[in-house]
């Protein structure tokens, strides 16, 4: 079983940044790949950025290209998301989660049914 912790979210204007973290742990985590999805409400949940746990390798939503960034700290089992240049439009419940099987296609990196757990989530709110 491996728990996933968001923390970082808030409520901000627009044009400051955040910074999410995303700690996971549990006896048996060897993560694959980790990545934030968020939801804003009467919307589905959307992909935001992934990245492979072990190359680095990053992949982004064409909405946060440029502005977003994420990383991953291997030692810490933690993934972070560098929120810059926020928008109204960026306002929802962020979420994390990983991946505990081999990726063979990163598109799977993509879509929620290529994630085995989930964060409970953490409010991103932005004011106008």
């Known amino acids: 079983q491996v728990q996933l912790v968001e923390s970082g979210g808030g409520l901000v204007q627009a044009g400051d940044s955040l910074r999410l973290s995303c700690a996971a742990s549990?006896?048996?985590?060897?993560?694959?790949?980790m990545g934030w999805f968020r939801q804003a409400p009467g919307k589905e949940r959307e992909f935001v950025a992934a990245?492979?746990?072990?190359?680095?390798?990053?992949y982004y939503a064409d909405s946060v290209k440029g502005r977003f960034t994420i990383s991953r700290d291997y030692a810490k089992n933690t993934v972070y998301l560098q929120m810059n240049s926020l928008k109204p439009e960026d306002t929802a419940v962020y979420y994390c989660a990983v991946r505990t099987r081999p990726v063979y296609d990163s598109r799977s990196l993509y879509y929620r049914p290529g994630y085995d757990y989930w964060g409970q989530g953490t409010q991103v709110t932005v004011s106008s």
């Open positions: 549990g006896r048996s985590f060897g993560a694959y790949g």
């Open positions: 990245v492979s746990w072990s190359s680095g390798l990053t």
